[in-house]
């Protein structure tokens, strides 16, 4: 975790700070009105769960339909893939520019920067994500991805890259900024590109939802439309919606239902897109459904409540992750995603405190998963002849060896006792502390002190107490 | 909680034997070396009436974890003495009010003192205001109510040295919820949580103690002890 380089950018932690206290309150609100949310939480779950169970199923069933409903399905592998894909679709829509709805997937298999190299322009209509393009700026929230920037900071990029000096400072002034900025593109633009929130097996529709329109613009305008889903999307019948779409909007903004909710099946002769496409992304996720205690991870529908739960990312941000997803979904998503090695002390970006399990609405154990996460760390970390020189993994086992032991559990506290005399300074009221200490400890006294330990310890207390009471 | 649990007229015993339930190593990702701690728990604890624990976080390693791990271990009577024992292990305060049904212990404590409630606790073991409310009912108390109550202090086990720079940043605004009660002394059922605050606080010399919910529960009139340092270890 880079968390080091980003503790000291004060404005951004107080800006991601305000912004999950925002949504966290508005969230608490209308979860608290909701006297079946618990029930919910379970009947989302199960719906995730069944739906994992039997994913191939529901993916070919969602192929079929959405097929016969005149859209064309593709399966994509790996993120190399997708993007072969959606860049010869693009191609052949004859446009070298394309609008896109907010969408993580994409942000994950890096398409802007694909369409980029062979000279297509791609503007992002979400609000948020159009200050994130213009600045020049990664998202740092699946559902908020600008939450780090605060209004001046938007208006400083809108004024520059707009070229608009006069700009003002209310939030209605760079709502209408960017609202003059995205019409001319959502009327000119003859391709679009989204992601989507489900996937519907039954009707083989497509459903994404949003709070600005311009998602609705991006979907009905263009002659081409380009959706790109994790297989993961996908869920059984329409009817689920009515669970997920109340779990959705009250987790990820604290809304009772998104502004915008716009479901669309296949192709309508003479209204909207002519040509659809559905990309479907592996990229790592049927393998995690092949581990047992870590697949959960694949129930998420991307509401983000983790992150604004979550005292690491509030004080950190996005960023520090160092991965398209943060926060604890993004600390067990990533990892399972890419190769494991790259992503070695994601699973660590936690005090598993599992604020974010009590907040998710499909119920995913975080910490469940972050700690089997670990496990596969330590087991890679530890295989080998280099795994003999792994410091933390000696102390760990040495620790271990002296906890199944009674006797070597006596001996430790007498030595540790013995040993810590160095380090130990009376700090004036006749108490002994440790201010310093060595090595990776020394991350503890930074700004912590220790206290020495007891001159007796309980297990001494309780034997002298045995001996005097004649026990 | 020995002190507490006599005078209530409870038995109580310690195995010598015991040492550690195995949370640090199965929650780092040293699953393997936490196994044999679950056989020694069940092994010295097995023909107990009550396991009291004063440690949440201890209390839902071992709800949270030992099953799975005693399954894995694919030993049936390990197992079956796992499923056996559990529901008679308590964590603390949650013996005294789930268990037998108590908020008045008998204690007295004249001081301010404000509650933190452990993540584990709180969340794992569903504690609930129980622990607040064994606090009402001590005698001369003056509790107050710390903002952000169920925000985690950043501790985390090896979390407070594997990324120490977030820890310290949580603990911060920890200890600053801990001062703006004016508070003498921070409380909780959970040593290690306040041996991370405590940490802190000495280190700015804010002169605000920490001290265990059984340490105030121990204390009656005329032995009331804001000042007694935390025992530590077993």
């Known amino acids: ?471 | 909680m020995v002190e507490v649990l006599e005078r209530l007229g409870h038995t109580v015993d310690f195995p010598a034997g015991q040492t550690c339930c195995g949370q640090m190593h199965y929650n780092t990702g040293y699953q393997a070396e936490a196994m044999p701690l679950l056989e020694r728990f069940v092994a010295q604890f097995k023909g107990s009436e009550a396991v009291v624990v004063p440690s949440s976080s201890c209390v839902a390693m071992m709800r949270d974890h030992y099953p799975k791990m005693a399954a894995e271990l694919a030993e049936p009577g390990l197992k079956r003495d796992v499923a056996e024992l559990l529901p008679r292990v308590y964590e603390f305060s949650e013996f005294l009010t789930k268990r037998l049904g108590l908020t008045d212990v008998g204690a007295y404590y004249p001081h301010r003192v404000t509650y933190h409630a452990s993540c584990h606790g709180l969340r794992n073991l569903g504690l609930g205001d129980g622990p607040q409310q064994l606090l009402k009912a001590v005698r001369g108390i003056d509790l107050v109510e710390i903002q952000g109550l169920e925000q985690c202090c950043g501790f985390g086990g090896t979390f407070a040295v594997k990324n120490a720079e977030v820890s310290s940043a949580m603990l911060a605004e920890k200890t600053n919820a801990i001062l703006n009660t004016r508070a003498e002394a921070c409380t909780a059922c959970d040593n290690s949580c306040l041996m991370h605050i405590e940490g802190a606080l000495h280190r700015q010399r804010t002169g605000v103690r920490t001290v265990h919910l059984a340490e105030i529960l121990a204390s009656t009139e005329g032995g009331a002890r804001v000042a007694a340092p935390v025992k530590v270890g077993l």
């Open chain 1, 1 to 471: 975790m880079a968390a080091r380089s980003l503790m000291g950018d004060t404005q951004l932690r107080k800006n991601v700070r305000h912004a999950t206290d925002v949504i966290q309150a508005k969230r608490r609100r209308v979860v608290d009105e909701m006297p079946d949310w618990q029930a919910l939480r379970e009947s989302g779950r199960q719906i995730r769960e069944h739906t994992m169970l039997h994913l191939e199923e529901y993916l070919e069933e969602f192929e079929r339909n959405c097929t016969a409903a005149g859209g064309t399905v593709h399966w994509a592998p790996d993120a190399a893939a997708a993007r072969e894909i959606i860049l010869r679709l693009v191609k052949a829509s004859g446009s070298d520019e394309v609008i896109k709805i907010k969408s993580m997937t994409t942000e994950e298999i890096q398409l802007n920067r694909a369409l980029e190299a062979v000279g297509v322009k791609a503007y992002e209509t979400d609000l948020a994500e159009l200050i994130i393009q213009l600045g020049q700026d990664q998202p740092s929230h699946i559902v908020v991805p600008a939450l780090h920037k605060n209004r001046q900071q938007i208006r400083a990029i809108f004024q520059r890259e707009m070229n608009l000096p006069e700009l003002g400072e209310t939030a209605q002034d760079l709502a209408d900024a960017a609202r003059r900025f995205l019409r001319e593109k959502f009327l000119r633009v003859k391709t679009g590109v989204s992601g989507a929130n489900f996937l519907i097996a039954e009707t083989g529709g497509v459903c994404v939802v949003e709070s600005e329109g311009n998602g609705r613009m991006c979907l009905t305008l263009p002659e081409t439309l380009i959706t790109v889903a994790g297989i993961d999307k996908v869920v059984p019948r329409f009817q689920d919606l009515e669970v997920l779409l109340q779990l959705l909007p009250r987790s990820a903004t604290g809304e009772r239902m998104n502004p915008y909710n716009s479901i669309w099946t296949g192709v309508r002769q003479g209204d909207g897109p002519q040509s659809f496409h559905v990309v479907l992304l592996d990229n790592g996720r049927s393998s995690m459904l092949a581990d047992e205690e870590a697949k959960q991870t694949l129930n998420c529908i991307r509401c983000g409540a983790c992150q604004n739960a979550c005292p690491v990312y509030r004080q950190t941000g996005g960023h520090a992750y160092g991965s398209v997803y943060a926060g604890p979904i993004g600390a067990i998503l990533t990892p399972q995603l890419q190769q494991m090695e790259h992503a070695q002390s994601l699973p660590y970006a936690s005090s598993l405190c599992g604020a974010c399990y009590e907040v998710c609405p499909v119920k995913i154990n975080i910490p469940e998963v972050l700690i089997h996460l670990r496990n596969k760390v330590v087991k890679q970390d530890t295989a080998g002849v280099a795994g003999l020189f792994n410091a933390e993994a000696a102390a760990m086992k040495t620790m271990a060896m002296i906890f199944r032991s009674e006797r070597r559990f006596r001996a430790a506290q007498r030595l540790g006792r013995v040993a810590e005399g160095p380090l130990v300074r009376n700090d004036g009221s006749g108490e002994g502390w440790i201010g310093w200490l060595p090595g990776l400890l020394g991350g503890w006294t930074a700004v912590r002190d220790l206290r020495e330990m007891p001159k007796q310890t309980f297990r001494e207390w309780w034997e002298e107490r045995g001996t005097r009471d004649g026990q």
